[in-house]
Each structure stands twice: as structure tokens, then as C-alpha cells.
């Protein structure tokens, strides 16, 4: 079974500023808070189109035809590359919170529209828990911080030091996302790139640009 969501990566000097700003706030924790929370990796960095759950391999060579045959309908549904404009931060959830996460106040149409069409066309290829609600419901967003426990000081500080970037979308990937049980409450992941589509070149290839990046 593989476990697999379909993402876009955020890459070159918008990665950089970012990288920046996480850096910046990890020089600001506490020494007893460095162990409860945790700044995603830059190179890992990503928005979630649809997250899939654990697919065998007839149900994986599927969903890879479904997104071959979405180079067409992704091209026409929006205009590549676009830009997407992340202004604030908040935790998830309210209370008791997992991860902290940048969003866009403002989705725009064509945002709207691509994730749309994705998600519609993979929505038959899901094995994802359908209780969890972004699962469902699409959220744009990217995850800055994982928290293992409740690091409430640190939350406030990071959310209120946010600073906007923006995230150019030039191609969209099917992800695999291994996870690796370090200690008790604690995992990393690595991910690889099973399939890149690259509708700003007219051009779909399968590599794998990702691999082996523990968060």
C-alpha cells in the first residue's frame, strides 16, 4: 500500500523567503519548546490539492491515468503558472492545536476552479479518512509548524510575527508520503515525487525531483 496525495510544491526565491522567516522563528523558541514544536523542512513545503490515503498498486497506476488525462482540462481550467497569496496564519485546531498553517484571505477563480477539477476527478480514487473535514473540504494551505504538544507561547508568537509570501503553481504532483515511527507521538516523513504534471509546459513526465526529504 502507498500512501499518496497530489501537491505543488513552492520552489526558488519564494521557498527562500519562507525558509527565512521559519528560521527566524526557531531562533526565538525557548529551550523548552524546541522539542514541542517543529518547522516543516523548506524543500517539503507545499499546498494539498487532495490527500488520497493508502492505495494499492492496481489503485495507484489508476489514479496516475485519471492525472495524465487531466493535462488537457488543467490547462484549459486555468492559466499557468499563478500565483497564490498566502496573508495570515492560524493553528489547526483551536484548541489543542496540531499544526500551524499560512492561508489566503482571498481564493481566486482560478484557484477555486483548478482544485475543483482535481478534486472531482480524484474524488473517485480517495481512500482518505472522510471524518477528517480537509479531507473533504478544500483549505488551501501550507503547514509551517507541527506541534507534538501544546506550545500555546509559541503559537500566539509565530502567528502574530507572520509575514505574507506568495507561492507560483507550475506544476502539480502525485506525492508518495512514507511515514516513520521515530519515538512515542513522533513521526517523520519522506516523500517522493511519483509523477509531475506540467501544464504551463504542455508536458506531463514521470520523475521523481522529491525523494528522500525528512520532515
Not at 503547514?143 to 509570501?165: G, H, K, M, N, W
Request: hydrophobic residues 40%.
Amino acid at each position: 500500500m502507498t500512501r499518496v496525495f497530489v501537491g505543488s510544491f513552492l520552489e526558488g526565491e519564494e521557498r527562500e523567503i519562507l525558509a527565512r522567516f521559519l528560521a527566524e522563528e526557531n531562533e526565538k523558541l525557548k529551550p523548552d519548546q524546541v522539542s514541542s514544536i517543529r518547522s516543516v523542512k523548506p524543500e517539503k513545503l507545499h499546498i494539498t490539492w487532495q490527500f488520497l490515503g493508502e492505495l494499492n498498486q492496481n489503485e495507484l497506476l489508476n489514479l496516475k491515468e485519471k492525472l495524465l488525462a487531466l493535462e488537457g482540462p488543467l490547462s484549459e481550467s486555468a492559466k499557468f503558472p499563478f500565483s497564490i497569496t498566502y496573508d495570515y496564519a492560524e493553528a489547526w485546531p483551536s484548541t489543542q492545536a496540531r499544526v500551524i498553517v499560512a492561508r489566503p484571505r482571498v481564493e481566486s477563480e482560478t484557484l477555486t476552479a483548478l482544485a475543483k477539477l482535481l478534486r472531482e476527478a480524484l474524488a473517485p480514487h480517495s481512500r482518505a479518512d472522510a471524518a477528517v473535514e480537509r479531507n473533504i473540504v478544500f483549505k488551501p494551505h501550507v503547514t509551517l509548524y507541527r506541534l507534538r504538544q501544546a506550545c500555546d507561547e509559541a503559537v500566539a508568537a509565530i502567528i502574530s510575527d507572520f509575514q505574507p509570501f506568495e507561492q507560483t503553481i507550475s506544476a502539480i504532483h502525485l506525492v508518495e508520503s512514507h511515514l516513520q515511527c521515530m519515538q512515542e507521538g513522533s513521526y517523520a516523513s519522506t516523500y517522493r515525487s511519483l509523477l509531475q504534471l506540467s501544464p504551463s509546459n504542455a508536458g506531463a513526465v514521470s520523475k521523481a525531483p522529491y525523494q528522500d526529504l525528512l520532515n
